[in-house]
Structures are given as structure tokens and as C-alpha cells.
């Protein structure tokens, strides 16, 4: 099992650019999420995801979307980038959907995201 | 939703036992208690979780208040490797599908060889 893949690690944009971070997890979990950690920061969800066709948005949606359109992938799209998204994100996975609060989140390494 | 308090930092010897504290004193009944940590350059990882009964498991030991008020997150025998962020988290069900973890900013664990 490779977990929870993230590309790119690092990314440089323009002010305006528009770019996908994109998210893989190949242990067939139905929930995924995004969080961005900026420096000295403990981490915030973004957006997540409970299944296939499903999103929802977490504490700082703003700027950003997602699909979902198989188990496996859920991508984060910046739609016109912003030197206020210039952060590090982190996409995470977990089985166990139905209020269960005892499910194990995995994360994926990171991708390391600069906005001039 | 319930909010927990640790301390910004701590040291440790090599090879000694280490106790990382969290406060939660407005957790609720059905609030599981999780600690991940984080360490340099990579993305959290689960250590352990927990309810109401301390807990083992080959990483680390959680010991729960009586009154689950606070929690400690042992580490037996901390090794270079164990130099990281840790987070005490309170695990709500917050509706309709969602898993939010609410991360703080935990407390950096520096061990000294």
C-alpha cells in the first residue's frame, strides 16, 4: 500500500494562476479531506469529502474547490491563487463513516504551496 | 466544541520516559480523546486514542483522568525519533458525515541525546 500520495511537494504560482493539488489513497477509504498548516499553526480542514459525489466544507473553504468523483482521488483546486493560500496542505483519509469516532486518519506527505 | 490545552514545549532525554499533558476540562461524554504528532517536514500520524480507560499500544501508553478532565500521552522511552509536534485532540461528531479533526497548535517535544 502506497497510503495517502500527494503531488506536486512543491508548487510556485502567480497571483491569479489557477492550479490543482491533487490527492490519492489507495486503501479504498471513503472519507478525505484537505487541511492547510501555515507556519506555527496547527492544521485546518478545508474541504472533506464522505464518498464518491459527495463534499462538504470545513472551517476555510474559501478559495478553494473539490470533487470527488472516485474513492480513490480528491482533488483541491485553486481556482485564482493568492499569496494568503501560500501554506503547506496536507490531504488525509480514514475508513469507518456512520459516527464512529474512533477512526485513524492517515496523511499524506504534504505539498508545499508558495504564491507570489 | 470542547477545546484542549497543552504545553508549548518540553525536553527529554534520550531513553526516558516522557508524559505530555492535555487539558480538556469542557470535553463531553462522547468526546474520544486522540493525540497525533507530526513530525518535521511530514504530515501528522495517529498515536493513540481513547475514551474513558488508559490505553497501550506499541507506541505510546494514554492515561485518562478519572473525571476525564485531562489526559496524558506517555512515551516510555523517547528516542530521537520521537522529537515532534504532538496534538491532543477532542474527537466531536460534528453532523451529517463529518470527521473534523480540530487540531491546536500541540506541544513540541524536543529529546536531548
Known amino acids: 500500500n502506497a497510503g495517502v500520495t500527494q503531488t506536486p511537494k512543491f508548487q510556485v504560482l502567480k497571483t491569479g494562476q489557477s492550479m490543482t493539488l491533487q490527492c490519492a489513497q489507495d486503501m479504498n477509504h471513503e472519507y478525505m479531506s484537505w487541511y492547510r498548516q501555515d507556519p506555527g499553526m496547527g492544521l485546518r480542514l478545508i474541504h472533506y469529502?464522505?464518498?464518491?459525489?459527495?463534499?462538504d466544507q470545513g472551517e476555510v473553504p474559501n478559495g478553494y474547490n473539490v470533487s470527488r468523483s472516485t474513492t480513490e482521488d480528491f482533488p483541491l483546486r485553486l481556482l485564482s491563487a493568492a499569496p494568503s493560500q501560500t501554506s503547506v496542505y496536507f490531504c488525509?483519509?480514514?475508513?469507518?463513516?456512520?459516527?464512529?469516532?474512533?477512526?485513524?486518519?492517515?496523511f499524506g506527505p504534504g505539498t508545499r504551496l508558495t504564491v507570489l | 466544541d470542547a477545546k484542549t490545552t497543552q504545553p508549548n514545549s518540553m525536553e527529554s532525554n534520550e531513553e526516558e520516559p516522557v508524559h505530555l499533558p492535555c487539558n480538556h476540562s469542557?470535553?463531553?461524554?462522547?468526546?474520544?480523546i486522540h493525540w497525533y504528532r507530526q513530525l518535521p517536514s511530514q504530515g501528522p500520524e495517529y498515536v493513540i486514542h481513547?475514551?474513558?480507560s488508559n490505553v497501550n499500544n506499541r507506541m505510546a501508553s494514554l492515561a485518562i483522568a478519572e473525571d476525564r478532565k485531562s489526559s496524558t500521552l506517555i512515551l516510555h522511552r523517547a528516542t530521537l525519533r520521537d522529537a515532534a509536534v504532538y496534538y491532543c485532540i477532542l474527537r466531536a461528531y460534528s453532523g451529517a458525515g463529518s470527521y473534523q479533526l480540530t487540531f491546536g497548535k500541540g506541544t513540541k517535544l524536543s529529546v536531548i541525546p
Open positions: 469529502s464522505v464518498g464518491a459525489g459527495i463534499t
Open positions: 481513547g475514551l474513558t
Open positions: 488525509a483519509s480514514s475508513s469507518a463513516p456512520g459516527g464512529r469516532f474512533t477512526d485513524t486518519q492517515y
Open positions: 469542557t470535553i463531553s461524554g462522547t468526546d474520544y
